[in-house]
């Protein structure tokens, strides 16, 4: 069945970079904008940005511009989030989902992503 | 930027009926989506463009919008249904989620 992987639980440094991954099976992962949404601890979702694995073309929510990278490897069928220069209230769940007609039907199972010193 | 507010929480006897309402600036022009959440768990869309159900959603979920408010109607609410639920919405190639609401199955 359609799936996203993700990778185990980070904790990271204040200053830090983490990097997140979402391994697809089960369909065409180039067909699909993968996007990233975190929730962090008691709060709501909060879109982080897509990328068109197809292109690599991305777009990031302004509130991340400058400090997330979204890249994929197509050989993998992979997509990857990285957001540097962590700091404690980024910590929170980082999920991935595939875009679909607007809305999300598929979601990975989160990562959580712990920043302390 | 474009914001969509939801009640924080909705109370809803068992077996009766819960509206979880979504507001945001002429809603009724977008496409609406909706996610039930639990905890522990990643969301799970519940209707889709307004008013469709994916499969394997009950029909008991059904969705309108209108005006300035998009509303999901939970019909015969049930101790499972007990959950955080999110509007969502695209504005300008971006996504925008609403706060979310939690629902409690009296």
């Known amino acids: 069945q359609v799936q996203l992987v993700q990778s185990g639980a980070e904790v990271k440094k204040p200053g830090a970079s983490v990097k997140v991954s979402c391994k697809a099976s089960a369909y065409s992962f180039t067909g699909y904008y993968m996007h990233w949404v975190r929730q962090a601890p008691g709060q709501g979702l909060e879109w982080m940005g897509w990328?068109?694995?197809?292109?690599?073309?991305?777009n990031y929510a302004q509130k991340f511009q400058g400090r997330v990278t979204m890249t994929r490897d197509t050989s993998i069928s992979t997509a990857y989030m990285e957001l540097s220069r962590v700091k404690s209230d980024d910590t929170a769940v980082y999920y991935c989902?595939?875009?679909?007609?607007?809305?999300?039907?598929?979601w990975g199972r989160g990562t959580l992503v712990t920043v302390s010193s | 930027s474009y914001e969509l507010t939801q009640p924080l929480s909705v109370s809803v006897a068992l077996g009766q009926t819960a509206r979880i309402t979504c507001g945001g600036n002429?809603?009724?022009?977008?496409?609406v989506h909706w996610y039930q959440q639990k905890p522990g768990q990643a969301p799970v869309l519940v209707i889709y463009r307004d008013s469709n159900r994916p499969s394997g959603i009950p029909e008991r979920f059904s969705g309108s919008n209108s005006g300035n408010t998009a509303t999901l109607t939970i019909s015969r609410a049930q101790a499972g249904d007990e959950a955080a639920y999110y509007c969502?919405?695209?504005?300008?190639?971006?996504?925008?989620f609403g706060g979310g609401t939690k629902l409690t199955v009296l």
């Open positions: 989902s595939r875009g679909d007609v607007g809305d999300f039907m598929v």
């Open positions: 969502q919405v695209w504005d300008s190639s971006t996504v925008v």
């Open positions: 002429n809603i009724g022009s977008k496409n």
């Open positions: 990328i068109n694995p197809n292109s690599g073309g991305t």
